[in-house]
């Protein structure tokens, strides 16, 4: 039994055993960008991607959807103006938060420097700690070499010149997915811990490993409504890639690599060598003395004046990247498989999940978080629920611990507080037969409201709350402590999917973290097992006429 599996426990009690530092409070003037800032680099602008055709959120969504969809409207591959347009669409800035809500910044937001801006994806606290770097070998449209995505600007910033990419390859390993070693196309995750502990301290582990699994949902769903597919791999030679970046890993880990087909003739790589045991893809140039291995020189400058190291989180990192290169063996994920519900109570049938006509973009682009806005005046309908608890359930980070999506790891319950139809009460969602079972009956809101920490949302007033677990400590004990990112990314993974929901069918939405999960596990009787509740996300109509501001016609 590992550290995470302690670190795993202590995320679940926080709620009454504080985390330590227990009197820790963080020093907002003195807090990090929300990016990396490289100076010198050169910047390259991206297109925006406007112009392209749109296609429609359920194909991201739904399998069915996807599966139905014309084969002439899939995308052959990436190009640069699709895979600019993903990254605006995912982490580019795309508007500005302005509407009046029950959150604690809004006194803040009409000053430009507490400026909170809205993105495709989803973030922990909204710090967006994820940097997103684009190693690009000959086959890509730019000069080959590692690119920083700035957010700020949608611009790359080059920060190393030269092919690397057989570098990636040999991180990867010879027994990487299909398809990760036939491509010189790769976007790399780094989490730059800093960004997001300065607010989180120890429990800043947790939230960034869900800050990995929304952004990869997000290039999921994008990619998928247009016939792509993104995998992430999660097993590799982590150091490596760290050395490559030019990034200490105790201060930013490599938390995921994305391999991208890249549309074009095919360019022949060292997929072969490396399939040959004891090979590596990339070999060094013949010759006396150690290997020249090429790595980033440029440094990211740190806004803050002081950085503090919280021992937690770096023996997490200790803990997740000890065998980071031992990729798990196939099938070995399916212990730690969400377990189906036992039989007996009170069963509701569902719709069958659809989705409206909704381009994925406007769906990514009209996400957000509904503070304080929920409205029960008006229920969520059966259909609505249908299609969100489907979506949410078809979620998975796929990758190299599951490269079929044959592993479901979440299980969703739902707190029904206003649906059409369906008495109030707890209930266990069946996706495979798309069914509720009644698990607690009765109104669950003052529950909901007395075990959530904060008072920026009305979950009373929300039409159901729904709330993913995950077998946490199963898929420790099946692939090991890097499993940590693994088990808590599906968390961030399914949160995601839930937004880009929402957003498709006009409801308002939510993700919290700050909650009692014991509470949650005695109300819903798993004391006997080993899911943990990791998120509680209420969803449902807001507010008529709510105050706004359009910032893009001032």
């Known amino acids: ?118 993105r495709g994806t989803a973030g922990g606290g909204g710090l967006y700690p994820v940097s997103v770097y684009w190693v690009s070998g000959p086959s890509g449209p730019l000069t080959p070499g590692i690119h920083y995505y700035d957010v700020h600007r949608h611009a790359v910033q080059r920060l190393l010149a030269g092919d690397v990419s057989g570098q990636v390859r040999e991180a990867l390993g010879a027994d990487a997915p299909a398809g ?174 659809a989705f409206p006509e909704m381009p994925v973009r406007r769906a990514l682009r009209g996400r957000r978080s509904s503070f304080g806005r929920f409205d029960a005046a008006r229920p969520v309908t059966p259909a609505q629920l249908s299609a969100v608890l489907a979506a949410c359930a078809a979620t998975s980070l796929g990758g190299d611990a599951d490269p079929a999506d044959a592993v479901r790891l979440a299980t969703l319950y739902a707190f029904v507080n206003h649906v059409e139809g369906i008495e109030p009460g707890a209930y266990a969602y069946e996706p495979d037969a798309g069914e509720l079972r009644l698990v607690v009956p009765g109104p669950q809101g003052a529950f909901l409201q007395e075990n959530y920490f904060l008072a920026n949302y009305n979950l009373e007033q929300a039409g159901v709350v729904l709330v993913p677990t995950v077998r946490t400590t199963a898929v420790l004990d099946a692939v090991g402590d890097r499993g940590y990112r693994l088990a808590v990314g599906t968390a961030g993974a399914v949160a995601q999917t839930f937004y880009v929901a929402a957003a498709a069918l006009e409801l308002g939405a939510g993700v919290a973290l700050g909650f009692d999960n014991i509470s949650f596990i005695e109300k819903l009787g798993l004391g006997d097992g080993d899911e943990a509740p990791l998120l509680i996300m209420p969803l449902g109509h807001e507010r008529p006429r709510p105050a706004d501001f359009h910032h893009e016609i001032a």
């Open 1 to 118: 039994m590992g550290y995470a599996h302690e670190y795993a426990n202590a995320v679940m009690h926080r709620g009454r055993i504080p985390m330590e530092p227990a009197d820790f409070v963080p020093d907002w003037a003195d807090g990090p960008r929300k990016g990396k800032f490289y100076p010198g680099a050169e910047t390259y602008p991206l297109p925006d991607g406007d112009d392209l055709a749109d296609a429609p959120a359920a194909r991201g969504l739904l399998p069915a959807a996807r599966d139905d969809a014309d084969p002439g409207d899939r995308a052959a591959g990436f190009t640069l103006p699709l895979l600019s347009a993903m990254l605006k669409d995912s982490y580019g800035l795309t508007g500005r938060r302005l509407g009046v809500q029950a959150n604690s910044d809004l006194s803040g937001l009409p000053f430009y420097t507490h400026a909170n801006w809205s």
């Open 180 to 353: 990760a070693l036939d491509t010189d196309q790769y976007l790399v995750l780094g989490v730059k811990y800093w960004q997001n502990a300065f607010k989180y301290n120890s429990f800043s582990y947790h939230v960034v490993s869900t800050d990995l699994g929304t952004v990869v949902q997000t290039w999921r769903i994008w990619a998928g409504a247009r016939g792509l597919r993104t995998a992430p791999v999660l097993w590799f030679d982590e150091p490596r890639l760290n050395g490559l970046l030019g990034v200490a890993g105790e201060e930013e880990g490599i938390f995921a690599v994305v391999p991208l087909h890249w549309d074009g003739p095919a360019r022949e790589t060292p997929r072969a060598a490396a399939s040959e045991p004891g090979s590596r893809p990339a070999a060094a140039a013949p010759g006396p003395g150690p290997a020249h291995r090429p790595a980033v020189r440029h440094r990211d400058v740190e806004r803050s004046r002081t950085v503090l190291e919280f021992p937690t989180v770096l023996d997490m990192h200790t803990a997740t990247v000890a065998r980071a290169a031992d990729r798990p063996a196939p099938g070995a994920l399916a212990a730690a498989a969400a377990l189906p519900a036992p039989a007996g109570g009170t069963r509701a049938a569902l719709p069958a999940p």
